[in-house]
């Protein structure tokens, strides 16, 4: 088989894979390294968790409440703006921040910020990312303190680092095919489906021997069902097919829609994703080891989201 174009471009090469929006055109940045880190943008869910939608807050300017068992988390603000956003940030910083779980000042970054997976982008897609973080509208709103548990203390958060975070790029298995490693390193990396998908112990970390088999106490407490190929539990009914769709449009096999928390990653970042990547990610995730583990099922949508109301 080929090496897919999808490999070639996000992996490896960063060549073009979206339309630019209207503030990229006016970017510093080359336009097609801030039209490439769009797509990545938007395939990371940077829109959906640093945006407040249910207050109408403007987009990527944090405020967003993420509940879970260690208390309420409020995503910042990652806009341009130099008072309450990453406007003095350098890309160094935010390298650091995606690779080691770090802020610009050196504090440790709550793990509530996936950059476990983050950790896993090419160097080449953290730049593009980066160059398109600086190219959107700067907000002036200044960010919300956590409210957590007394017993999560930030300095803690180091002795969770060295149980369970290793930093590191993606490394293709030259076992697999292209195809393969293009949706390994989409549904690891950039989508982090196992942050979500993989339950959590008392600490936070995640179990290893249920890894992708869904959690009763995912993001915002709801259930995230097991995306693993076990026929009773997971998605082992499902196709490559049926679930490329579903990553595009919210729609399962039996008709069914997405849950709630599902169909914002669907609506505001996995549809804009070209159909090639969605099906190396359909490749990858049905070729997972299955995994019997019952969790239930989300909310069900109303209606995926146009692509056009994106913005």
């Known amino acids: ?22 503030w990229a055109a006016a970017a510093s940045a080359p336009a ?20 407040d939608h249910k207050n109408h807050g403007k987009p990527l ?18 806009t341009p703006d130099a008072q309450t956003g990453i406007g003095k940030w350098s890309e160094r910083d935010f390298t650091r921040a995606l690779r080691e779980g770090l802020d610009r000042s050196g504090k440790q970054l709550y793990p509530a910020f996936p950059y476990p997976a983050y950790s896993k982008l090419s160097d080449q897609d953290i730049h593009a990312l980066w160059a398109y973080l600086r190219s959107v509208a700067p907000v002036r709103q200044a960010n ?46 950039a989508a ?18 249920l890894r992708h088999a869904g959690t009763r106490n995912g993001p915002d407490n709801s259930a995230v069902p097991n995306i693993t190929p076990d026929k009773k539990t997971g998605i082992g ?7 490329a769709e579903y990553l595009e449009s919210g729609m399962m096999p039996d008709g069914d829609t997405a849950g ?24 990858y995730v049905t070729s997972l080891p299955a995994v019997e583990h019952a969790v239930g099922r989300a909310h069900k949508k109303k209606k995926p989201a146009a692509k056009e109301d994106w913005e």
Not at 43 to 49: R, Y
Request: contains cysteine; positive net charge; aromatic residues 10%.
């Open 61 to 78: 300017a944090g405020g967003r409440p993420l509940a879970t068992p260690f208390g309420t988390f409020y995503t910042p603000n990652i």
């Open 32 to 51: 097609p390294l801030v039209v490439q880190g769009e797509y990545v943008y938007r395939a990371a869910g940077c829109f959906g968790c640093h945006t």
């Open 237 to 243: 009914k499902w196709s490559a097919s049926d679930l």
């Open 192 to 209: 982090h489906c196992g942050e979500c998908h993989t339950p959590r112990n008392a600490v936070g970390g995640s179990d290893p021997g």
């Open 1 to 22: 088989m080929k090496m897919s174009r999808v490999y070639r471009r996000l992996a490896l090469t960063g060549l073009l894979m979206a339309a630019p929006s209207a």
């Open 260 to 283: 709630d928390l599902m169909a914002e990653v669907i609506d505001d970042g996995l549809q804009y994703l070209r159909k090639d990547d969605l099906a190396a990610i359909a490749d």
């Open 144 to 189: 919300k303190a956590h409210d957590l548990k007394w017993y999560v203390p930030r300095p803690l958060v180091r002795l969770w680092k060295a149980l369970y975070f290793t930093p590191g790029a993606y490394q293709p298995d030259p076992k697999q095919s292209p195809a393969w490693n293009c949706g390994a390193y989409l549904a690891q990396a």
